[in-house]
């Protein structure tokens, strides 16, 4: 005689109830692998439930199925459950001091001057700029004569200079590579360069006589000053935000004509006026202009024919403002103190 | 330049506030530097007014005066000639400190009660006079505090002119940039005095002898002068802008050079011997005394202003002791010159004496200004001292300067500015500057000589831009390309150098190129080394001709502040004189001192030495994609015997070693150091691009052994003969241990290596390995006598 389905699913409850009742009170493995072996080995119930297949009716016999896997998988669902909670609980015997510092990673810092200098390096880059370099050790003629600084002529006064031996000198700014890079190449020029610069400034918290800078040239035809805006502008939202505003003041240098000053809207308050500032909403950041025909004359290029802008800006200006950094000593005494935070 | 408000306004009516004048002189290219109220110190002193006058009782020479400061009436001595009822006069009352530190108080002079002091201009530190008290202008009431009777809320502006602008270099030529900007009248001042009939060319003969470097000479005559203390708008509006008052002929020359930018002499007329100014050069060797007492010697370039026995001025730099006007003087010969700018600066740098007159002719003053100035000078000198204006000027003026004429092209303001400015605006701005402009489009512009700067098409382009308004000029950013820029070589090793160093623990320095003689000379390998011709002091007067010094003085600025425990590194330039150039090239140095790791709960300490520099250096030369190279016995005299050289082709790449102790007790140092160098260019040789070898799939076999040799047999011939005999499954060979002692016997040591050996293709046999183990220990007791260590 068939067995009534409805006793045989009333039984399965009773046993999916003793189940819980008895892994719910496990202690240790042990007591899981006897649980597992009594519901769940190969004599275990419910394998004893699954010989009672043929005794249902054949109406019956999917059902029966359906439900003794789904109890099958229950019980081993909840077995490899406890499983992992007893493993974590016997790990967790025994005190460890989670407080004790971790062991610091041999790491080397870098100098933010140099992070600053990559920066830039990075977003002119971007812009379709290579890097030129040049010699610190520089003659009259590049640092001077053909950046029409003629000798004799107080422009020369600007700039305190170091002078070495047989005419030679200490570059004053990076603008010797601006020649150096016009005479190897015919225009399209589009250039940076980046570097040390020496002036004759009694070392303080805002001088130093050895410093950095970046120069930046652009020759082709039809550059205006447009142009040279349009670029610093881009640069100056790359480095300090979209919100930066750049302000272009007319100046005098003797390599550009028309020159400027050009400023960036203080990064502290925004341009509404701080101390850092000096209540003017700007901060000074550096000269630039459209290249001087005259120095074209220099180097063989056609001043009717092609235009060029060029700009300079002070490395350690920028990473002063980047980093609110206040006395540029810190940038070559090197304390490890300093040098950790970056 | 400093100007005050109030000048400026006296010139152009321009309608802008203080703030808004400073902002738009900015913007114009006149960058302000500051702007500052005019203010005077005057605390505590009271404008009083003389009402009674006695003569002392024990002493005529003073004078006991009553003096009503309105509130009351003080009882005053006064030693001062000058002083007479119904004056009005600055009064320092009971307790007012003065300038120059005296305090006042209730008093008795020589049995006379004196209640305060009645001030000179000295005692209130506005100029030199002492002779006699400061009388104020009879308009002013009493009663009042000093400072509110003075000031009339006007400013300072400094103003930081900019070498190319002489013009500016005169308060008018500042007004007249504001003019064009506020498109407001500029009002030269008018000139308006008599003459008085005697004529001036039989008073004075001028010959110019060097036209070229004096191109214009021009003088006037003012006689019967009475050399005073200068009314107080003059000395008010001179000590505004911080010049000294003198006296009231100097003060007009000063005032007229700050007003027009023209600079002026004043001789004393009695003192220029033969009635003659020559205008030549000086004698090679001469030697002047200038009226600042200083004698300078000069040379046969240098312009002098002489009479007819000798020089009384260097032209264009400062006038002569020996012709100064004094008290005494009674007559002025004034002087107004254009000088060549070039021959005064070269005259000002060789005698190191840079004044207002001459800062202003080397950056070239207008050579058609002059006349204007000296009437301007005569005019007020005659009103100041009651002087006569004798009929006419000379003017030697051999060859005028004439105003250049530019073209400029309308088309090529546009292409310069990327903006069209119109036509009609580019010819209202020049007008507005000065320039005389005709032409459609294509301009013909005359430059005014006040303006030597202009002189091409540019120079007119820069002007308008500059009226324009530089924030009238669109960001264009159309210039800018997106394209892939390549590295140089050079680039891409710093690069990985750095990146390479860093994660190696090392931190990066920068230090100065310039160091001192004696730091440089240890590290010059008995070179001679560059040096600076004029060095800011003799800690930065050579070039490095390493960079290890400059890293060194890291160390110790860190050690002293107990950071002992350092990994740093530099790249840099390094210089050596070869003959008469520079060689400069670029290195990379890097130091290692104090614990290479450092004490912990859970690490114990260890100090760097050699070995840990040698396994960064090996590492380092991998990453760099150097091969084939070789380590080399090396010396220098900064390192001891702890020091190796790395070659590849018998080339030098660089060193490695310790740094000796006499070496760094120099800096201040008392624990070992050890450090690297490298030449970049060097480095920036190897491969950086690498090529991938395959990894093994097949389990390797691993044999440790260990060895007894001689104590001073090298490591590196055991490691090269076993790997020789090794076979070519034997892929690694590490050093795990070495030891020393006396179950091994005494002078001997044992190595114990551990040896990897695998195949690409195949899982190797232990036979096999054996039977290359077995070869490579007959080959070291062969070679080395080396035994297994039982």
């Known amino acids: 005689m068939a067995e009534s389905f409805e006793i045989i699913l009333s039984e399965l409850g009773a046993l999916e109830g003793a189940f819980k009742s008895e892994s719910d009170e496990v202690k240790g493995p042990q007591a899981l692998e006897e649980i597992r072996i009594k519901y769940l080995g190969r004599k275990g119930s419910v394998a004893q439930y699954f010989k009672k297949m043929g005794s249902v009716s054949t109406a019956d016999k999917p059902k029966l199925g359906n439900t003794l896997n789904k109890l099958k998988d229950e019980f081993q669902t909840e077995i490899d459950r406890i499983q992992v909670s007893l493993q974590t609980k016997s790990e967790d015997n025994g005190f460890i001091d989670l407080t004790l510092p971790g062991t610091p990673p041999q790491v080397g810092y870098r100098n933010p001057l140099m992070l600053v200098m990559d920066e830039i390096k990075e977003i002119f880059s971007s812009m379709g700029f290579s890097t030129e370099t040049g010699p610190l050790v520089e003659t009259e003629f590049y640092n001077f004569e053909a950046l029409n600084v003629p000798a004799d002529h107080p422009s020369r006064d600007l700039q305190d200079t170091f002078y070495l031996e047989n005419d030679l000198l200490l570059r004053t700014h990076t603008s010797p590579v601006q020649i150096r890079t016009m005479q190897k190449q015919k225009p399209p020029v589009r250039i940076i360069a980046l570097g040390r610069c020496f002036r004759k400034d009694t070392p303080d918290a805002s001088h130093s006589p050895e410093f950095h800078q970046c120069e930046g040239l652009v020759v082709d035809k039809g550059i205006a000053f447009s142009h040279l805006k349009g670029t610093l502008l881009a640069f100056a939202r790359k480095l300090f935000g979209p919100n930066i505003q750049v302000r272009f003041r007319p100046s005098f240098f003797p390599f550009t004509e028309p020159s400027a000053e050009y400023d960036f809207s203080c990064i502290i308050c925004s341009g509404k006026g701080c101390r850092t500032c000096k209540k003017t909403g700007w901060l000074e950041i550096s000269g630039a202009g459209m290249v001087d025909p005259a120095v074209f004359g220099y180097v063989d290029y056609d001043a009717e024919i092609y235009t060029g802008f060029a700009w300079g800006m002070g490395i350690e200006r920028i990473a002063m403002m980047k980093y609110g950094i206040d006395d540029i000593r810190h940038f070559y005494e090197n304390d490890f103190r300093f040098l950790k935070q970056f | ?790």
């Open chain 2, 1 to 790: 330049m400093k100007v005050t408000y109030n000048w400026l306004k006296s010139y152009t009516d321009f309608d802008l506030t203080p703030e808004e004048l400073a902002d738009s002189l900015t913007m114009l290219g006149l960058e302000v530097e500051s702007l500052q109220p005019v203010s005077w110190d005057f605390d505590g002193i009271i404008i009083g007014k003389v009402t009674q006058k006695f003569v002392h009782e024990n002493e005529e020479r003073l004078s006991v005066c009553e003096v009503d400061i309105g509130s009351k009436t003080l009882n005053i001595v006064c030693g001062a000639p000058n002083v007479e009822v119904g004056q009005k006069v600055p009064v320092a009352i009971e307790g007012t400190r003065l300038p120059n530190g005296t305090v006042i108080k209730h008093t008795k002079i020589r049995g006379v009660d004196s209640q305060g002091m009645i001030c000179s201009e000295a005692e209130l530190g506005i100029s030199s006079r002492s002779d006699g008290i400061m009388v104020l202008d009879d308009k002013v009431e009493f009663g009042q505090k000093l400072r509110d009777a003075l000031e009339d809320g006007d400013s300072v502006i400094d103003i930081d002119v900019t070498p190319n602008r002489p013009d500016c270099f005169g308060i008018i030529g500042i007004a007249r940039d504001i003019s064009a900007l506020s498109r407001s009248t500029l009002k030269k001042p008018a000139l308006d005095f008599s003459e008085n009939g005697r004529s001036i060319s039989d008073l004075i003969k001028i010959n110019i002898l060097n036209p070229e470097k004096c191109p214009r000479y021009a003088a006037r005559f003012v006689g019967d002068v009475e050399v005073k203390p200068s009314p107080w708008w003059l000395v008010q509006k001179l000590e505004a802008i911080g010049i000294r008052s003198i006296n009231n002929i100097v003060d007009v020359t000063n005032y007229v050079m700050m007003e027009t930018g023209q600079p002026l002499h004043a001789f004393d007329y009695a003192l220029i011997r033969g009635q003659e100014i020559n205008v030549k050069t000086a004698a090679k060797g001469e030697k002047f005394t200038t009226l600042d007492d200083v004698t300078h010697t000069l040379n046969s370039e240098c312009l002098m202003i002489c009479d007819r026995e000798d020089a009384v001025a260097i032209g264009g730099v400062m006038g002569g002791l020996n012709s100064e006007v004094s008290d005494s003087t009674k007559n002025i010969l004034l002087e107004a010159a254009y000088f060549d700018p070039v021959n005064i600066r070269r005259t000002s740098k060789l005698i190191g004496c840079s004044t207002e007159a001459s800062r202003r002719f080397e950056r070239g003053v207008d050579p058609n200004g002059t006349l204007f100035a000296l009437d301007r000078a005569a005019q007020l000198i005659a009103e100041v001292s009651g002087g006569k204006i004798a009929t006419g000027c000379i003017d030697v003026y051999p060859t005028p300067i004439r105003p250049k004429m530019v073209e400029l092209r309308s088309e090529r303001v546009k292409h310069l500015l990327g903006v069209a400015v119109p036509s009609a605006e580019i010819k209202s701005i020049l007008g507005r500057l000065g320039f005389k402009v005709s032409g459609e489009e294509i301009f013909q512009v005359e430059v005014p000589t006040f303006r030597p700067d202009v002189t091409r098409e540019v120079d007119l382009i820069e002007e308008v831009a500059r009226l324009f308004g530089y924030d009238n000029i669109p960001a264009d950013t159309t210039a800018l390309i997106e394209q892939a820029v390549s590295k140089s070589t050079h680039e891409q090793c710093t690069t990985k150098i750095t990146s390479t160093l860093i994660s190696f623990g090392f931190s990066e320095t920068v230090t100065y190129n310039l160091i001192s003689r004696k730091e440089a000379e240890v590290f010059s390998s008995n070179r001679p080394t560059a040096q600076v011709i004029n060095p800011l002091s003799e800690d930065l007067s050579n070039l490095r001709p390493s960079l290890i010094p400059g890293l060194l003085k890291t160390v110790q600025w860190n050690v002293n502040r107990q950071n002992s425990n350092l990994k740093l590194f530099e790249i840099g330039s390094v210089f050596r004189k070869t003959g008469k150039n520079i060689e400069e090239r670029t290195s990379i140095a890097g130091i290692l001192t104090g614990y290479s790791v450092e004490n912990a709960w859970n690490i114990k300490a260890r100090n760097s030495d050699i070995y840990d520099l040698k396994g960064y250096v090996q590492e380092l030369l991998a990453r760099m994609g150097i091969l084939n190279w070789y380590f080399d016995t090396h010396t220098s005299d900064f390192t001891n015997k702890q020091s190796i050289s790395v070659k590849k082709n018998n080339d030098l790449l660089g060193f490695l070693g310790e740094v000796k102790t006499v070496v760094l007790e120099q800096f201040g140092i008392e624990q070992p150091l050890f450090a690297f160098n490298f030449d970049l260019e060097k480095l920036a040789t190897g491969q950086l691009q690498r090529a991938f070898s395959p990894v093994p799939k097949f389990p390797p076999i691993k044999r440790d052994v260990a060895i007894v040799v001689d104590e001073r047999m090298p490591a590196q011939s055991l490691l090269d003969e076993i790997k020789e005999k090794g076979g070519e499954f034997l892929k690694n060979t590490k050093v795990f241990d070495i030891f020393q002692g006396e179950s091994i016997g005494a002078e001997k040591k044992s190595l114990a290596f551990n040896l990897t050996f695998y195949s690409l293709e195949r899982t190797l046999t232990e036979e096999e390995v054996e039977s290359q183990m077995k070869q490579i220990l007959e080959a070291l007791e062969a070679k080395f006598s080396a035994k297994l260590r039982s």
